[in-house]
DNA sequence: CTTCATGCAAACGCTTTGCACCAGC
DNA sequence: GCTGGTGCAAAGCGTTTGCATGAAG
């Protein structure tokens, strides 16, 4: 048998219209949003994008780590992260808006007390929330 | 028109065969168990009880701060917490099983951030999740 | 006997998937 | 012209609700 083209190993991620839309979309906003508000967003930007890429490129990009994910009242709300490292949010309940915060002092606590009742391979889920200023 | 009958404030809970089963089952276990997990087993234990009852009732006595719920993979546990106060939990991704944690460092660190971002009304969401000694 | 609880089935809201068509490269 | 992307419609999944029956007090 014939040997296998040896394909790179990158799944080949395509550019399209859709896909610049919401990466575009996300530079310019950062506060969390809906896969359905960013649905709506480009919609009535005229730069209309089936929900169901929509779905799929946030998933997409959460994956390859390049949106934060928060899950709330049931949704998933995405942004895109200014920093790479671990951090946390502190996230206005009536906006989205959101601040990253980063705690070593929680994190470090955390591990702590993971050890300390014999669990291994802890993580944490941490979010704040509030009403911000302008809101 | 007539008076009202001046009704005692409660909304009159009524003991019913379902509802001691529940809280009898949650008394037993104190490990995170979902609605569904906790149909089954007292559909096992032969104290059979429809799913709605079984959210019904957790949703009451959730709201009535009876148990503590958690949401993981986008679905919901329950667990009839100890400490009536404040707390968080250390919860074993495999099994459920939970350890009440109290954190005022982590709270007062919390209401700060919040505070020096101009927010307000503050409210915070943390867990600990890891894999247990027995897991 | 009145009121509330139960439980089935249907509805819900968010998300995922099947599949035919379309577009990068 | 392959290969992967898109988008509609339909399915999935946990949860909630409408409504007729049933039990508690």
Known sequence: MTRLPARPPQPGLR???QRAAISDLLGEIDDFRTAQQIHD???DNGEAVGLTT???TLQAMADAGEVDVIRHDG???FRRCHTAAHHHH???RKCGHAVEISAPVVEQWADEVARDHGFRDADHELEIF???RNC
Chains 1, 2 share one sequence.
């Open 15 to 17: 550019r399209t219209r």
């Open 130 to 132: 509030g009403v911000c």
């Open 41 to 43: 967003i480009l919609r």
């Open 54 to 56: 929509v779905y799929r």
């Open 75 to 77: 949704e998933a709300a």
């Open 90 to 92: 502190l996230v206005c």
